[in-house]
Each structure stands twice: as structure tokens, then as C-alpha cells.
């Protein structure tokens, strides 16, 4: 049993969610409220430095980095979502490292100046927006070449590639990024979100999404009559 610290609307904690329902693994939630500041406390800096979520406790080990926490609990649950044949498992680190590093950092631009901003109350910065959806179009074809060639990413089994790349895709629909020209990735997509393990997650995360484009509009909609 672990405790994991986040919020529903964050993909990096959905990412926690979906490797531990996979392997059944029980975990109490704590709600870190980012609005609220709650990551800048003392108490949640003492888990995550960074103050960022997720992160996880359990007894006095605490970690935080979503990569390395779905490594670590399916390492320490002998899972074979992270398999420790040296090949199989430099495979999976390739991808997540790949759709980490370059997807997730491409489609973090598109998310941050189509829906972020207006959180913040901050200007958007339409060229990092130009950037954003400049990369995705050059990464996502390699992706979607991957899954023309094996049905997961890593190869013929579900891994922790596929739960890291799933996570980091959940914002496409909610920042108007089309994925409709990559037919394997959205074919595999598809496939993966017809699961328990993704629908019990996704729920508590459109939920949460929904309050804050309601809150959004809300906002707007105030601005408008002032
Ligand atoms: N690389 C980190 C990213 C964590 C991250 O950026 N989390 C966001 C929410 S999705 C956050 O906590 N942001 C709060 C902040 O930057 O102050 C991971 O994969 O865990």
C-alpha cells in the first residue's frame, strides 16, 4: 500500500493510476490542490522538492517523477510490464524516454497556450504554440510507423512504454490536437481505453476537466460583462 499525492486532471498521475490498477496495486489518494498552492508547502516540498505532482510515499521512502515511480512499482512487483531482460527493457526506456522527452515536452506547449495561460492569467506565446504543433508532427508519424510494426510499442506485450504514452496523449481531445492521420496510434489507443484499468481513471479526470473549463467559461464570461 502506497499513498499517492496528486490531483484527477493531471496526465503525469493518471499515468501513476493506470500502472497500478493494471497490477492491482492498493494506493490511498491525496489530493494535492495545485490552485490552492498546496505543492509550494513544507510538508508536500519534503516529498517533492520540485513541487510537483505525482508523487508517492510509502513508509519512509518517497519518490517523485511519474517515469520512475511506474518503474519502480512494477520493479518491486515483479511486473512484467517492465520486464528485466536487458534488450526488452532498454526498448521500453527508449520509448518513454522518446515520447517523454520530445512528445510529451510538444504537446506540453500546445496545452500550456491553449488552456494554461487562461488559468494563469498569463499571455500566450504563440510561437512555442507554433513550435508545439510543429513537433507533434514530426514525432508522432514515428510512433505511429512503431505501431504499424508491432501491436505495443515495445514490442508484442503491454509495457510501461505504452502506459507512459497513453498518459501523455490523454490532453489531445481536450487541446484540439487531431490524431485521426495516425491510424495505428489511434487503433492502439482505442484498444488500451477500452479497459477498466483506463475508464475508472478517465472518468475522474473528465470530471475534473470539466469543472475547470466550466470555471473557465465562467471566468469569461464575467470578463465579458464588466
Ligand atoms: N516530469 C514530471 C512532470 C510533473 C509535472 O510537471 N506535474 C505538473 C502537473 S501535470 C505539476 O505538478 N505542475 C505544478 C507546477 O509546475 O507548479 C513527471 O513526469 O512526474
Known amino acids: 500500500m502506497f499513498t499517492l499525492y496528486g490531483m484527477d486532471l ?25 490552485m ?5 508547502t513544507p510538508e508536500f516540498l519534503a516529498i517533492n522538492p520540485v513541487g510537483r505532482i505525482p508523487a508517492i510515499r510509502e513508509g519512509d521512502f518517497t519518490l517523485f517523477e511519474s517515469n520512475a515511480i511506474i518503474k519502480y512499482l512494477a520493479d518491486s512487483n515483479n511486473s512484467p510490464l517492465y520486464p528485466r531482460d536487458p534488450k526488452k527493457r532498454a526498448l521500453i526506456d527508449q520509448w518513454i524516454d522518446f515520447s517523454s522527452i520530445h512528445v510529451q515536452a510538444a504537446l506540453n506547449r500546445i496545452f500550456f497556450n491553449r488552456i494554461i495561460y487562461k488559468m494563469m492569467n498569463v499571455p500566450k506565446d504563440e510561437n512555442s504554440l507554433a513550435e508545439g504543433i510543429k513537433f507533434v508532427a514530426q514525432f508522432l508519424p514515428i510512433i505511429d510507423k512503431q505501431l504499424a510494426q508491432s501491436r505495443y510499442l515495445a514490442g508484442n506485450e503491454l509495457t510501461l512504454a505504452d502506459i507512459d504514452l497513453l498518459a501523455i496523449l490523454e490532453p489531445c481531445e481536450a487541446v484540439s490536437v487531431d490524431l485521426s492521420a495516425y491510424s495505428k496510434i489511434v487503433a492502439w489507443r482505442k484498444g488500451l481505453q477500452q479497459n477498466a484499468w ?29
Open 198 to 226: 483506463y475508464q475508472t481513471v478517465r472518468k475522474d479526470a473528465d470530471a475534473a476537466m470539466q469543472k475547470v473549463m466550466a470555471q473557465l467559461a465562467n471566468a469569461g464570461a464575467g470578463a465579458g460583462a464588466r
Open 10 to 34: 493531471s496526465n503525469n498521475v493518471s499515468k501513476v493510476k493506470f500502472a497500478a490498477n493494471i497490477m492491482n496495486l492498493k494506493y490511498d489518494f491525496k489530493q494535492v490542490n495545485l
Open 36 to 40: 490552492a498552492g498546496e505543492n509550494k
